[in-house]
């Protein structure tokens, strides 16, 4: 419930600045909201099944890797701190005062027209683990390039849909995968190579050459717009 508040206010206050009718808005919550509740328990326990949720109790996992769960477990850990009693209010405390001392930061660093620390992405930074936060640093520098590079606010909108269309690829693939290790009961039931193979460096050239791909394609579509 506090999660789908945190988004409907977040979801509002973007519907604000493009001028979005509130009430279609609270539709379209409605309508994820009740979507969600048949797909993601679905694909929770999937995944649950497959690779298991660190902090959790990861029992008949196929995989011995399981998932980060980084917001699940501070949730978790504030809720149980709560209801037991043990909350460690010291550290609520510092992290309070850090969070004052950002948000004063920033504003200061904006009055003097100097480089902003948004405090929210300071938070994010310091809870979520490098793993994840390193690819959004990494996709935001090349986003500022692209949109450098190649200007214009069609050019802008199609990168955002790539990206999008990346990210929703990724995610979906990752569910498949894991409907196929438990369904073939295997660690890894798509491999075609042994674990001598250097797969991560392969990926790693294969996703950058696929960025060249999509860039030089993105560049001639934004040229035939303009």
Known sequence: ???????????????????????????????????????????????AQAYG??????????????????QANLMAALAQGVIGGK???NMIEIGAAVGAGIVL??????????LRI?????????????????????????GW?????IRGEHAERLGVLVASGMIVGES?????????????NKDAPLAIVGSSFPADAVGVLGFVGLIVLLYGWLKRRAQKAT
């Open 1 to 47: 419930m506090a999660c789908s508040s945190n988004n409907n206010l977040q979801d509002l206050k973007t519907g604000q600045l493009v001028s979005a009718t509130p009430w279609r808005q609270q539709v379209a919550l409605l309508a994820g909201v009740a979507a969600a509740t048949v797909t993601v328990p679905v694909v929770l326990n999937l995944l």
């Open 53 to 70: 949720f660190a902090g959790a109790a990861n029992l008949h996992t196929v995989t011995s890797q399981p998932l980060a769960a980084p």
């Open 87 to 89: 909350l460690n209010w």
């Open 105 to 114: 930061l920033d504003e200061i660093l904006r009055m003097a027209k100097l």
């Open 118 to 142: 948004p405090p929210l992405a300071v938070g994010l930074g310091i809870y979520l683990p490098m793993e994840a936060t390193l690819p959004v640093v990494v996709g935001a520098v090349i």
């Open 145 to 149: 390039l692209y949109n450098r590079s």
């Open 172 to 184: 979906l693939f990752g569910v498949l995968n894991a409907g196929l290790i438990v369904g073939f």
